[in-house]
């Protein structure tokens, strides 16, 4: 069982930057392939990006290309989006979840997730 915290969600401008936390209980997190996914209101979940157990493998959507980039430090069991260049279409609930295998873009991959936290992007 791996518990997730999201943390680092708010209100900033366009054009601004955040940095999202996903800490995670469970000696075993190292182990686990890791990705960010977001829902803004009446849209689908949709895949932004995703890293190897070992961070040395990482995937991004294409809208999160070039502005955000997912990190990871397995000692404090916490994977990291930074993301950057913000824009109104960002808006939604950011989510982490992990894989035991793969961990691509499909949700349906992920084991366990987060409750999320709300990233909003203003105009």
């Known amino acids: 069982q791996v518990q997730l915290v999201e943390s680092g969600g708010g209100l900033v401008q366009a054009g601004g930057s955040l940095r999202l936390s996903c800490a995670a209980s469970?000696?075993?997190?190292?182990?686990?392939?890791t990705g960010w996914f977001r829902q803004a209101p009446g849209k689908e979940r949709e895949f932004v990006a995703r890293i190897s157990p070992s961070g040395g493998s990482r995937n991004y959507a294409d809208s999160a290309k070039g502005r955000f980039t997912i990190s990871r430090d397995n000692a404090k069991n916490t994977v990291y989006l930074q993301m950057n260049s913000l824009k109104p279409e960002d808006t939604a609930v950011y989510s982490c979840?992990?894989?035991?295998?793969?961990?691509?873009?499909?949700?349906?991959?992920?084991?366990?997730w987060g409750q999320g936290t709300q990233v909003t992007v203003s105009s």
């Open positions: 469970g000696r075993t997190f190292s182990s686990y392939h």
């Open positions: 979840a992990v894989a035991s295998y793969g961990g691509s873009s499909d949700p349906n991959d992920y084991n366990y």
